[in-house]
């Protein structure tokens, strides 16, 4: 982190900028006053940290889901529609509904993927990138279409109805979605390390053929719900996202959720605790990548080196201990 902080510095002197002046508007954005640590950086983590948190399921499974993108925006389209018609329904039964909603269309729309891997072996790596795209034009569709706003000017889906939203921590922008993150960094955490699933999960991405051959573990069926949980996580996320912050469906709701997710799930180790702190990490830079913006004068995506610096580093030091641990087993 360190080390990608400075290179940022380096660059912006290069560009011209005030590095000092810019650094410091990245942290007042990010964590300089209570109400920018809850109503920025966590907001902003908790899609990252649920979304992360199924990357690490799939990847732990030995299945590359690269289509959370996708996922997350399936999910928001199906809480979205259910949120407009739980109107006078009590709230928690309207915010249950939406988010089962979210959580089952994000497991559909990987339902297809592990279908061609299972029956023709097509890569998921492939198939589930290739439906970010279609996922993304289905909510260009639906916001111009089926449930776009009811003066049909604005691309976008009308407010969800009241009962459908999460409660927010008062004063805040904060929602309910941080404890459902957390629960879930809990569950998986349990599941990986204290059950006879989480095993055979870790034994077939470890050693598929190993874990068929020694542990008679079935690595395709394992990889196949692996991916399914990880598509009903990342259309959690989206469920979350309409529900606690945008209350309505529109183009570009996810700024890379699903893409930087990976980064996240990766610099954990796929570490379902880990997940959370790396999750509040990426969220404190793009809450103040934005205040960076906007009170120094520095383009946002410059916070893109930081975090290219810190998975960079993270891989170089996992790849030497690797080298190590070889050299030592060979001796």
Do not use: C
Request: proline residues 3%; glycine residues 12%; without cysteine.
């Amino acid at each position: 982190m360190l080390l990608g902080l400075l290179v940022l510095a380096a660059g912006l002197r290069l560009a011209g900028y005030d590095a000092a002046t810019a650094l410091a508007a990245l942290w007042q954005g990010a964590a300089g006053s209570w109400y920018a640590l809850t109503s920025a950086t966590l907001v902003r983590a908790v899609p990252l940290i649920i979304i992360g948190l199924g990357i690490a399921l799939a990847f732990r499974g030995g299945a590359l889901n690269i289509g959370a993108e996708g996922q997350f925006y399936a999910g928001a389209i199906a809480a979205t529609w259910v949120g407009l018609h739980v109107a006078g329904r009590p709230a928690g039964v309207a915010t249950t509904s939406v988010l089962l909603a979210a959580t089952l269309a994000g497991m559909a729309w990987v339902v297809v993927p592990v279908w061609l891997k299972l029956r023709f072996g097509v890569l998921e790596v492939i198939s589930t990138l290739l439906l970010n795209f279609v996922a993304e034009s289905l909510v260009s569709l639906m916001v111009q279409g089926p449930l776009q706003e009811a003066q049909h000017i604005y691309p976008q889906s009308d407010l969800i109805a009241e009962a459908a939203r999460l409660p927010l921590l008062p004063g805040t922008r904060l929602h309910a979605g941080l404890l459902l993150a957390l629960v879930g960094a809990v569950a998986l955490w349990y599941v990986f390390a204290r059950t006879l699933w989480g095993f055979r999960l870790r034994a077939v991405g470890a050693g598929p053929r190993a874990a068929e051959i020694s542990g008679r573990i079935d690595a395709r069926r394992m990889g196949a719900v692996a991916l399914l949980g990880s598509g009903a996580l990342a259309g959690l996320a989206g469920g979350v996202e309409v529900s606690g912050v945008s209350y309505a469906l529109f183009q570009n709701l996810s700024p890379g959720y699903g893409f930087t997710a990976i980064a996240v799930a990766l610099l954990a180790r796929l570490h379902p605790l880990g997940v959370v702190a790396t999750g509040i990490l990426f969220g404190a830079l793009e809450a103040g990548a934005g205040a960076m913006q906007r009170d120094a004068g520095v383009p946002a995506v410059a916070v893109y080196v930081v975090e290219a610096v810190v998975i960079v580093v993270v891989l170089l030091a996992e790849a030497s201990a690797r080298r190590a641990t070889a050299v030592r087993v060979a001796a």
